[in-house]
């Protein structure tokens, strides 16, 4: 089955940085790939997600890279705010498949 | 729009009780997923069900059962609750890799003694 990969465990970096976030995934038929944001005390969000047809995406602050070749992919947040302390997920499904698999989270912290 | 709702919130057991956490779904979606998290740890698929009528299990289903009651709604079962079932259980619904990204309750926070 499908195994996901999180680095780092915990992240800290100045309020304005940028904060990367990497996964890879062992499943080469994987094609949809979500990252969710879980505040404390509440449910996982879906922030942004991302096809195998397209290499990045891009949402406001947010930014999704996808690299097939290697199998891993990676959550760019830049000029980082307080409001986006939070632990971070990312998952891996396949078009057959009928679940995601999670990755074991990052815990970012954006000091002021 | 509701999304997924699941109720309660709130709940603790003493070991042996056995209880059903409910959820439902308003998004017309086949697919509902039940999963725990405990701290420190990712989210870990219980079961899910693909359709109304099938249920299959996921990575940690012993001590919970399933009903997929109709297509809103699917419950979880705990028979004889155990300590170690301490943990924060989310449903969710929505089947990814078919542009249905998946949507989360807002948990139900369960402590057995």
């Known amino acids: 089955g499908e195994n996901v990969e999180q680095h780092p465990s915990t992240l800290s970096v100045q309020e304005g940085d940028s904060a990367v976030i990497k996964c890879t995934y062992s499943d080469s038929a994987s094609n949809y790939f979500p990252w969710y944001k879980q505040e404390l005390g509440k449910r996982p969000q879906l922030i942004i997600d991302?096809?195998?047809?397209?290499g990045e995406k891009k949402d406001q602050r947010i930014a999704v890279t996808l690299n097939k070749t290697a199998k891993h992919f990676s959550l760019h947040i830049t000029e980082t705010q307080p409001e986006d302390s939070a632990v971070y997920f990312c998952a891996a499904s396949s078009g057959s498949a009928r679940q995601l698999t999670f990755g074991s989270g990052t815990q970012l912290t954006v000091l002021p | 729009n509701a999304g997924v709702t699941q109720t309660p919130k709130f709940q603790v057991l003493k070991t042996g009780q056995s209880m059903t956490l409910q959820c439902a779904q308003d998004?017309?979606?086949?697919?509902m997923y039940w999963y725990r998290q405990d701290p420190g740890m990712g989210l870990r698929l219980i079961y899910y069900?693909?359709?109304?009528?099938?249920?299959d299990k996921g990575e940690v289903p012993n001590g919970y059962n399933v009903s997929r009651l109709n297509k809103r709604e699917f419950s979880l079962r705990l028979e004889s609750a155990a300590p170690s079932q301490t943990s924060v259980y989310f449903c969710?619904?929505?089947?990814?890799?078919?542009?249905?990204?998946?949507?989360f309750g807002d948990g139900t926070r369960l402590s057995i003694l």
């Open positions: 998004m017309n979606h086949n697919s």
């Open positions: 991302i096809r195998s047809n397209v």
């Open positions: 969710a619904s929505g089947r990814p890799g078919l542009n249905q990204p998946q949507h």
């Open positions: 069900s693909a359709s109304e009528g099938t249920t």
